[in-house]
């Protein structure tokens, strides 16, 4: 059986003057107890203890209960309260101490301090209510927040430490100072909320956090829309982040299950992986971002499967000893590079489109930056659909290259390795090796070129065979300056050019072509050298300085002039 208490200022039958004394009778009695109470506002501090209700008599809003730096609500027991606006100062306006806490339509209002405190071992639920200014913090114990809404904390809306476990449930979240939600060394389940406008990451794990995120959506955010760090794990679904510096970001170790997420408009970067961090990424959208799609960095190694990259600057990069797997992803209308590997990074990339970027992939470092890209097509780049440089190594398998100024190419001492490979209708070459580059190519096609099937200049050396060269402008291969190599079992068709220019240091076995072959380049005639003996000249017989002699001419002149000072002649 409950007992009801009435509280009203104004008094009345049973009615008692305030909130304090009625909490003191039902202690007294030691039963269940619902206290009702009256319109007003209560300048007390309550401590609840039991099996009690505190109910806004007439609705939320019309009961507001505070005093200025000290708790407004310690509660132990089973506690719950509907309707009060609840208003601290520098303290915990709230805290529940042991048992089990409750608040609905509820408002909590903290200047300063923290709104809600929920202590080890309690369970705390935050259902249609609003915070403001404060920060909910859940240190040790278990809460559910529903509907909720959460504004102008002055660090982080919500944490959730020391081994708790929260869920928060469709609630709005905004103008956090720091963060949304901060999830450290504990579990927290964000599902189905808004958040916006917070200083940095929205939603960040740290200390081996568990975070678990789906169908939020994270807008006007100045750090990153989700964030994971030191170690924490967790999953994102169906989450969309539009306006943050980076997506979502993974470090410090950190491994991240991301899946059909799209991430739009981010002012960095979309996904971003970086010191030692790994993390699965599967059929998200990264669009329009104002760097790099996919970054992975400083040892991070994601791995990325499905989805698209349209629009903004540079698509997938790797970077600084990183390393990433990339599969079936569609990558579109960037301004600058679709893929990028450099300074010593390793990237796998498998059964990618890639179309009408600036540029297909982009290899430069030392020897241990490689790449290894099988079954892509690259389409309309406008310049080179693989172009390697410095010390790199890449593996090209199944890849075909369409329009744009050159299909794969080799520079300085990089080495390139192409096996089944098509290059069609570009306006240079379809593959070439500059600097000391090293181009190896086995079943190569390439047809339709505007100079070249394959050229080699400087001191590169290509290993070309089985392959095909068809309707190349100037010649299916050609080789310059000191440039070297084989050409083995290939062949030369269609009616353009020559099927062959030779510097006098490349070989040619079993070469089938109806096209000229000119192995040795032709030397332009150098005109003799042009002797000329002038007879009839000046004899001298000892040192001479200071004259000028003329032969040849019809007139000569000669002048002298005096000087006033030695009376000398010059």
Not at 372 to 394: K, P, W
Not at 448 to 469: C, K, M, N, P, Q
Not at 505 to 517: A, F, P, Y
Not at 518 to 524: D, Q, R
């Amino acid at each position: 059986m409950v007992a009801r208490y009435v509280v009203s200022p104004r008094g009345g039958r049973r009615a008692h003057p305030d909130i304090t004394s009625a909490l003191r009778a039902a202690a007294a009695r030691g039963r269940a107890a619902l206290i009702e109470i009256a319109p007003g506002r209560y300048e007390e501090a309550l401590t609840v203890r039991g099996d009690v209700q505190l109910v806004a008599a007439e609705g939320p809003g019309s009961v507001v209960v505070g005093r200025p730096r000290s708790p407004v609500l310690d509660a132990a027991g089973s506690v719950r309260v509907h309707g009060l606006t609840l208003v601290g100062r520098e303290t915990d306006v709230v805290a529940c101490h042991a048992g089990a806490l409750t608040l609905d339509h509820t408002e909590i209002r903290a200047h300063g301090g923290v709104a809600l405190h929920a202590r080890p071992h309690t369970t705390v639920t935050l259902r249609d209510s609003v915070v403001a200014h404060g920060r909910t913090l859940f240190t040790g114990g278990a809460g559910l927040v529903e509907r909720c809404r959460f504004t102008d904390a002055a660090d982080n809306a919500i944490a959730v430490i020391e081994g708790a476990h929260v869920s928060v449930l469709g609630s709005l979240i905004e103008g956090s100072r720091i963060h949304g939600l901060r999830v450290s060394d504990a579990h927290a389940e964000v599902v189905g909320c808004e958040l916006t406008g917070t200083g940095q990451a929205a939603l960040t794990a740290d200390a081996r956090a568990r975070l678990v995120v789906a169908d939020c959506v994270i807008t006007a955010v100045h750090g990153e829309g989700i964030m994971f760090t030191e170690q924490s794990r967790g999953s994102v679904d169906r989450t969309r982040v539009a306006g943050a510096r980076h997506g979502i970001g993974a470090a410090s170790g950190a491994d991240p299950l991301v899946r059909g997420c799209v991430l739009a408009d981010c002012h960095d970067t979309g996904i971003n992986v970086q010191t030692d961090a790994r993390g699965r990424f599967e059929d998200c959208q990264v669009l329009g971002s104002g760097n790099i799609a996919v970054f992975a960095t400083k040892g991070g190694a994601p791995e990325v499967h499905g989805g698209r990259i349209s629009g903004g600057n540079v698509g997938i990069a790797v970077t600084e000893s990183a390393r990433g797997r990339f599969t079936g992803i569609a990558v579109e209308d960037l301004t600058n590079t679709a893929l990028r590997v450099f300074d010593d990074s390793g990237a796998t990339f498998e059964h990618l489109r890639v179309d009408r970027c600036q540029s297909g992939l982009e290899a430069r470092g030392n020897g241990g930056t490689t790449a290894e890209v099988t079954d892509t097509a690259f389409r309309d780049c406008e310049m080179a659909a693989v172009a390697i440089g410095g010390q790199s190594r890449v593996t090209l398998r199944n890849v075909t290259a369409e329009h744009g100024i050159l299909g794969f190419g080799v520079s300085d001492e990089a080495q390139l390795r192409v096996t089944d490979s098509v290059v069609t209708a570009v306006s240079g070459a379809g593959a070439g090796a500059l600097g000391s580059g090293r181009l190896l190519a086995r079943n190569l096609t390439v047809n339709g070129s505007g100079t070249h099937g394959v050229y080699g200049t400087g001191s590169a050396y290509l290993d070309i065979a089985r392959s095909e060269f068809t309707d190349c402008a100037t010649a299916g291969a050609s080789f310059d300056a000191e440039a070297g190599g084989q050409l083995v079992d290939c062949a030369v068709n269609g009616t353009r050019g020559a099927a062959v220019i030779g510097n006098g240091r490349i070989q040619t076995v079993r070469l089938r072509t109806s096209l000229k072959v000119s192995l040795h380049a032709e030397k332009p005639a150098v005109p003799p050298q042009q002797i000329i003996n002038i007879f009839n000249g000046p004899v001298f017989n000892g040192p001479v300085r200071d004259i000028q002699v003329a032969w040849g001419n019809e007139n000569v002149s000669q002048h002298q002039q005096r000087t006033e000072e030695d009376g000398s002649r010059s």
